[in-house]
């Protein structure tokens, strides 16, 4: 699947899960392969890499920050669904 065809699906899924403001703010927080998972799961052909992923969240205005999880640092996307 080309780039452009990535881009038709991210904005999709950023209009379901549109960037949180702030940790309080957010009701989801998904790491980079979740976000991959989810892309994957309904499209299967798509050829992007965790990288490429997380340049695009990055770009669209997600955060992604630590969160303490289990005596450990987990770094989550913030999102909020809607």
């Known amino acids: 699947m080309s780039h452009t065809d990535f881009t038709e699906i991210f904005t999709v899924f950023k209009e379901k899960f549109p960037p949180a403001k702030s940790l309080s703010d957010s009701t989801l927080r998904l790491s980079t392969e979740d976000i991959e998972t989810m892309i994957l799961k309904f499209h ?4 992007m890499s965790g990288s490429g992923i ?10 992604f920050e630590p969160v303490e ?4 640092v987990v770094f989550f996307w913030l999102i909020k669904s809607l």
């Open 44 to 47: 299967p052909g798509v050829d």
């Open 54 to 63: 997380f340049q695009t969240m990055k770009e669209a205005g997600y955060l």
């Open 69 to 72: 999880e289990n005596e450990r």
